[in-house]
């Protein structure tokens, strides 16, 4: 593993490095690479396919709609969702490659359906290095002089173009081709997922409207939301569909629970002490949005009265100018807040791992040490 600190989550001690082993992350990276490879060539042809369709069924209206959803979709990032789908599949003992890629599609088009719903929730005006999508529609309102609100057009038309992408994924699900009992399970895995996830969201908003919100409130937001979404259902999907029982889907839930966490408390890092657009959105946004993520609640429980009292703000100013977007990462810094959420993030990254050594001889080598891998990513990433 990476040379990170584990410390006591509890106590925000530092201790000594766990143990260096580059060969895990090179494999992850090795294998991410083939896995977006082949995800991003299917998301290509199927945009340009449902593009082409939707013009000649429903017209240039709706053709407008779906380009906003499909720019989101075909922008790509890592395929992280996608990817785990295809290897829980595979590590389960799956063999038909045509069919996990398909099911790989669909994960990755609710992930967009997703995004742009949480992009509207959060006034984020980039996302992947692009407009989000109501942005891209909004402005499509202004360019053609079209009545009424620019920003509420954007939205509204926004969500239902998302809405449109869930549906689609769920019809290409429904058929696939393979047992019609494990895809059954499949959705039914997938949409109580997706049921955690939203109570996640929930509870996200809350904390950033909310006065007292405290590390158990974000933890909550990070299993939830996180956890649930990015780690365990995927994987779960993939692996129900090869077929794997209750005891193996059981047995891998330790470490999506844990490395789930440690990529939200990552990206939280990266999302703010990244460089501009790193992470695919402005470094502002959760300062800006009044997100309560492990850092900003820990700088809040551990900074001098006047630092509070800025930070507090802060969070939320939706006129946060680079000044006060500096002070606000020296109090992160200053505080502990930015050790105490890399050694949390370690923390969970060391338990993720030894739970793969726990139940090795349920999946393929090379399944553990993809995962493997992409756990100690996760603690150097830089996007």
Same mark, same amino acid.
């Given at each position: 593993?990476?040379?990170?600190?584990? /410390?006591?989550?509890?106590?925000?001690? %530092?201790?000594?490095?766990?143990?260096?082993?580059?060969?895990?992350?090179?494999? !992850?990276?090795? =294998?991410?690479? $083939?896995?977006?490879?082949?995800?991003?060539?299917?998301?290509?042809?199927?945009?340009?396919?449902?593009?082409?369709?939707?013009?000649?069924? !429903?017209?240039?209206?709706?053709?407008?709609?779906? #380009?906003?959803?499909?720019?989101?979709?075909?922008?790509?990032?890592?395929?992280?969702?996608?990817?785990?789908?295809?290897?829980?599949?595979?590590?389960?003992?799956?063999?038909?490659?045509?069919?996990?890629?398909? &099911?790989?599609?669909?994960?990755?088009?609710?992930?967009?359906?997703?995004?742009?719903?949480? #992009?509207?929730?959060?006034?984020?005006?980039?996302?992947?290095?692009?407009?989000?999508?109501?942005?891209?529609?909004?402005?499509?309102?202004?360019? +053609?002089?079209?009545?009424? #609100?620019?920003?509420? !057009?954007?939205?509204?038309?926004?969500?239902?173009?998302?809405?449109? *992408?869930?549906? &689609?994924?769920?019809?290409?699900?429904?058929?696939?081709?393979?047992?019609?009992?494990? =895809?059954?399970?499949?959705?039914?895995?997938?949409?109580?997922?997706?049921?955690?996830?939203?109570?996640?969201?929930?509870?996200?908003?809350?904390? $950033?409207? @909310?006065?007292?919100?405290?590390?158990?409130?974000?933890?909550? %937001?990070?299993?939830?939301?996180?956890? +649930?979404?990015?780690?365990?259902?995927?994987?779960?999907? *993939?692996?129900?569909?090869? /077929?794997?029982?209750? +005891?193996?889907?059981?047995?891998?839930?330790?470490?999506?629970?844990?490395?789930?966490?440690?990529?939200?408390?990552?990206?939280?890092?990266?999302?703010?002490?990244?460089?501009? !657009?790193?992470?695919? =959105? @402005?470094?502002?946004?959760?300062?800006?949005?009044?997100?309560?993520?492990?850092?900003?609640?820990?700088?809040?429980?551990?900074?001098?009265?006047?630092?509070?009292?800025?930070?507090?703000?802060?969070? /939320?100013? +939706?006129?946060?100018?680079?000044?006060?977007?500096?002070?606000?990462?020296?109090?992160?810094?200053? @505080?502990?807040?930015? #050790?105490?959420?890399?050694?949390?993030?370690?923390?969970?990254?060391?338990v993720a791992v030894q739970s793969l050594k726990?139940?090795?001889?349920?999946?393929?080598?090379? /399944?553990?040490?993809?995962?493997?891998?992409?756990? $100690?990513?996760?603690?150097?990433?830089?996007?």
């Amino acid at each position: 593993m990476n040379k990170v600190f584990a /410390g006591s989550v509890e106590e925000g001690q %530092v201790v000594s490095p766990v143990v260096d082993s580059r060969a895990d992350m090179a494999v !992850f990276e090795s =294998k991410l690479k $083939e896995y977006k490879s082949a995800i991003d060539a299917d998301i290509a042809g199927y945009c340009k396919q449902v593009q082409k369709r939707t013009l000649q069924d !429903f017209g240039a209206n709706s053709r407008e709609a779906v #380009d906003a959803y499909t720019a989101i979709l075909g922008r790509g990032g890592k395929r992280i969702r996608g990817a785990l789908t295809m290897l829980g599949y595979e590590m389960s003992g799956g063999t038909d490659h045509a069919m996990i890629l398909q &099911a790989a599609r669909a994960i990755e088009m609710i992930h967009a359906y997703i995004l742009i719903i949480d #992009d509207i929730n959060d006034r984020s005006l980039v996302r992947r290095g692009g407009p989000s999508a109501h942005i891209i529609l909004a402005d499509y309102h202004r360019a +053609h002089n079209l009545s009424d #609100d620019s920003q509420h !057009f954007g939205e509204s038309i926004a969500m239902n173009a998302a809405l449109i *992408g869930n549906h &689609a994924a769920q019809m290409l699900i429904a058929n696939l081709d393979g047992d019609p009992q494990l =895809k059954l399970n499949a959705l039914s895995v997938l949409n109580r997922s997706m049921v955690v996830t939203a109570h996640g969201q929930f509870n996200d908003m809350f904390n $950033e409207v @909310s006065a007292d919100v405290s590390q158990r409130d974000v933890d909550r %937001v990070l299993e939830w939301k996180t956890a +649930h979404y990015t780690f365990l259902n995927p994987l779960h999907f *993939g692996m129900i569909l090869a /077929g794997a029982d209750c +005891h193996a889907t059981d047995a891998i839930t330790t470490y999506a629970m844990r490395a789930g966490r440690a990529f939200q408390i990552s990206d939280d890092i990266v999302g703010t002490f990244g460089q501009e !657009f790193e992470s695919g =959105k @402005s470094p502002l946004d959760d300062i800006r949005e009044g997100k309560r993520t492990l850092l900003s609640v820990y700088a809040l429980e551990h900074t001098t009265n006047g630092n509070h009292n800025f930070l507090i703000q802060m969070l /939320g100013n +939706h006129k946060l100018t680079q000044s006060e977007f500096a002070r606000c990462k020296a109090i992160l810094v200053e @505080s502990g807040a930015l #050790d105490y959420a890399k050694s949390a993030a370690a923390k969970h990254v060391e338990v993720a791992v030894q739970s793969l050594k726990n139940q090795q001889d349920l999946w393929s080598s090379e /399944g553990i040490q993809f995962l493997t891998g992409l756990a $100690e990513y996760l603690l150097v990433r830089h996007s």
